[in-house]
């Protein structure tokens, strides 16, 4: 094989010609007759029988050519792409043959590769960083968890349904006077309040008392699922057999020995607090670190081919759809449930994969910058953590995975672990109050006639750095 040329002709495409030569044309054309010679009836000869001239002289001397480059195609393409030095990110496309004879094959085609990219900073990154509390309210609403997981449903005699109450109800909904599918249920356990139904419903049960039978009306909503009923006005009829409401237990020292391994209220409201605290750290650095990829993110400067964003949104669909399916659902179903197609599906991904396909080459691009490598037992470490995850002997994961992926997954892990370590938490600012309906916005103060000292100013460039 022999590159003969590699082009830069627009952002992110080369254009590439390759030739393949004298005897190693014909060694290839030879295998291909070895191949597809049973395809040939030659007459005077079995059928795969016949000798490689005389096919060739029966179906023209170009009948194996094209087998032949069909077969040596991809190992030429990756010979070209390596000896050129480019990364493809999709297929070569507008490929075809410039030239051919029994002598050689010449070939042209064009590839995307990936792009040029700048990165503006990637050490030292501010984000905001919420700083951590536990309001004595929160703490409140955990020992309420806990005793609404601890209740007792007891039945409520001569009174009226109530929020918060649990009814037993028959329903039927009609829609013009037609019972409608899906609208019927027998003995259904409803919560008062808890909006598990279409708005208004739970309303109108409350204020009914035990075998009360009587009419509800309700309007679906707009974007309701079902396209029959959304935005229509329907009349469930209701028969009430039962009312439960919770009795909750008696909030002391005895329900928290019941409930924890502690033994007395303030002890266990203290572990309350710090589960609370070690929960809310988590979320604060969570979303610090999400604020500093957002900027990392920000900060690449690159015209990035269509066709990577496109990539992205495929294995996130692929990856979607295996979920889905993981709990029994269809794709498709689920898309007409939704009401959206794929091409609506793909449009809400794009925004997402552009922004992964941004922080992928930030990464890299920090991994060349930090010169950053992984070692060999590293690779070995990380193979057998697949290996056990999947329940698979490792040395059937390295059949099925590239070792230069790994290794450059785990560059890029070690790069994010660069720009997190060496991101600047500040604090988080407070909003602005708003102002009151109706009220004035006071007005904004006039700048000083003095300009501030030097060393102010530079402390407020600083700052805002």
């Not at 951590?132 to 409140?140: D, G, H, L, R």
């Not at 019927?184 to 208004?200: A, H, N, Q, V, W």
Request: proline share 3%.
């Amino acid at each position: 094989m022999s590159l003969k040329s590699c082009e830069k002709i627009e952002t992110n495409v080369y254009a590439v010609e390759l030739s393949l030569e004298g005897d190693a044309f014909k060694a290839a054309v030879t295998k291909a007759y070895a191949k597809n010679k049973g395809k040939y009836n030659v007459p005077g000869f079995r059928k795969g029988k016949a000798p490689k001239h005389i096919i060739e002289t029966y179906y023209g001397k170009e009948v194996f050519w094209y087998d032949a480059i069909d077969a040596e195609y991809g190992s030429l393409y990756e010979e070209a792409i390596t000896e050129a030095g480019l990364e493809p990110v999709a297929a070569p496309h507008d490929d075809e043959i410039a030239d051919i004879s029994e002598n050689g094959v010449t070939i042209k085609f064009k590839v995307t590769v990936k792009p040029e990219v700048e990165l503006k900073a990637y050490k030292g990154i501010k984000a905001e960083k919420e700083k951590v509390t536990v309001k004595k309210a929160e703490i409140k609403e955990e020992v309420e968890k806990a005793l609404e997981k601890d209740a007792k449903l007891v039945a409520v005699e001569g009174k009226a349904a109530k929020k918060g109450d649990i009814a037993t109800i028959d329903f039927e909904g009609f829609l013009d006077g037609v019972a409608f599918e899906g609208g019927k249920g027998e003995g259904y356990d409803l919560e008062l309040g808890s909006g598990s139904f279409i708005p208004g419903f739970e309303d109108q049960v409350i204020g009914h008392k035990v075998d009360e039978e009587f009419d509800i009306d309700v309007t679906f909503p707009e974007d309701y699922g079902s396209e029959e009923l959304a935005g229509k006005a329907v009349v469930f009829k209701i028969k009430l057999h039962k009312i439960m409401k919770k009795e909750l237990p008696k909030y002391d020292d005895e329900f928290v020995k019941d409930v924890s391994e502690f033994d007395t209220i303030a002890d266990y409201e203290k572990s309350l607090e710090e589960e609370i605290k070690t929960r809310k750290e988590a979320a604060a650095n969570r979303a610090f670190e999400n604020a500093v990829l957002d900027t990392l993110v920000d900060n690449v400067v690159a015209e990035i081919p269509a066709v990577m964003i496109e990539k992205e949104i495929d294995n996130q669909i692929s990856e979607f759809e295996y979920n889905l399916r993981a709990q029994g659902l269809e794709f498709e179903m689920y898309l007409q449930y939704l009401g959206m197609d794929v091409a609506a599906l793909r449009e809400n991904y794009k925004e997402g994969a552009e922004k992964q396909v941004k922080l992928r080459l930030a990464l890299e691009k920090i991994v060349a910058l930090e010169n950053i490598e992984i070692a060999d037992e590293d690779v070995e470490t990380e193979l057998k953590s697949y290996a056990d995850a999947y329940g698979m002997p490792i040395e059937k994961i390295k059949s099925l995975v590239s070792v230069k992926d790994v290794k450059a997954d785990l560059a890029c892990r070690k790069a994010m672990d660069l720009v997190k370590e060496t991101a600047v938490a500040g604090a988080k600012k407070k909003a602005a109050p708003k102002a009151a309906e109706g009220e004035e916005k006071p007005a904004a103060k006039k700048a000083p006639a003095k300009k501030p000292a030097a060393k102010k100013t530079a402390k407020k460039a600083e700052d805002a750095e």
